[in-house]
Structure formats: structure tokens, C-alpha cells
Nanobody, 125 residues
Framework: EVQLQASGGGLVQAGGSLRLSCAASGFRLDDYAIGWFRQAPGKEREGISSISSRYGGSAYTDSVKGRFTMYSDNPKNTFYLQMNSLKSEDTAVYYC??????????????????WGQGTLVTVSS
């Protein structure tokens, strides 16, 4: 059974940093695409970062490019989202997710079938 457990959220001041973690079980990270989505209050869920197991590349939505970095520790079966220069608009519940097709396209969120429970990030201005 595929399971994902997100952690690391919290309250941080604007300009600060946080690192989110996602512990995965039931699959190997190099067999699936992995990703991070977020949902702000009153808004739709948004894909912000992914790593494809098909071509090994990563993708970021424009609003986080240059500030967020996604990476994985495959022996630990854990992946991370390092968030720097946080802004108030980054406030959201962050979800880690996995795509068994391996593509991990943020434009096709329907393929991300496995989800963690979410961790809240609050950025105060």
C-alpha cells in the first residue's frame, strides 16, 4: 500500500525558510514521480513542484522558481521541499503526492493518485 506522510510545516515570518519532508512507503521513489501541491484558503489545489522518474528532471510552478527546491533521499525513501524567501502568499496546506506513471506532470494532476495528509505552512508578514 502506497503511503505518504508529510511533516515540517509551521509558522514562519516572511523572508524565512522551512523544509517540508515526505516519508514514503509502499513504493520506491525512483519508480514513481513525486510532487508537492498546495491549497490556500479559498483557492484550488495548485501543483508547485515535481520530480519525474521517467526523465529524472524536476519542474516548478513559476511562483516558486528560484525560491523552492525539491529533492529526494532515495535510500531513506523520503523527499523534501526546501522553501526559502517565503512570502505571505505561500501560506497554504502543503501536500506531498506520487504519480505511478512516472511522468509527474504538474499540468496533469489527475495522475497523482497517492496523497499525504497535508501540513500547514503559515507565513506572517
Amino acid at each position: 500500500e502506497v503511503q505518504l506522510q508529510a511533516s515540517g510545516g509551521g509558522l514562519v515570518q516572511a523572508g524565512g525558510s522551512l523544509r517540508l519532508s515526505c516519508a514514503a512507503s509502499g513504493f520506491r521513489l525512483d519508480d514513481y514521480a513525486i510532487g508537492w501541491f498546495r491549497q490556500a484558503p479559498g483557492k484550488e489545489r495548485e501543483g508547485i513542484s515535481s520530480i519525474s522518474s521517467r526523465y529524472g528532471g524536476s519542474a516548478y510552478t513559476d511562483s516558486v522558481k528560484g525560491r523552492f527546491t525539491m529533492y529526494s533521499d532515495n535510500p531513506k525513501n523520503t523527499f523534501y521541499l526546501q522553501m526559502n524567501s517565503l512570502k505571505s502568499e505561500d501560506t497554504a496546506v502543503y501536500y506531498c503526492t506520487a504519480d505511478h506513471t512516472g511522468w509527474g506532470s504538474l499540468r496533469n494532476p489527475e495522475f497523482f493518485a497517492s496523497w499525504g495528509q497535508g501540513t500547514l505552512v503559515t507565513v506572517s508578514s
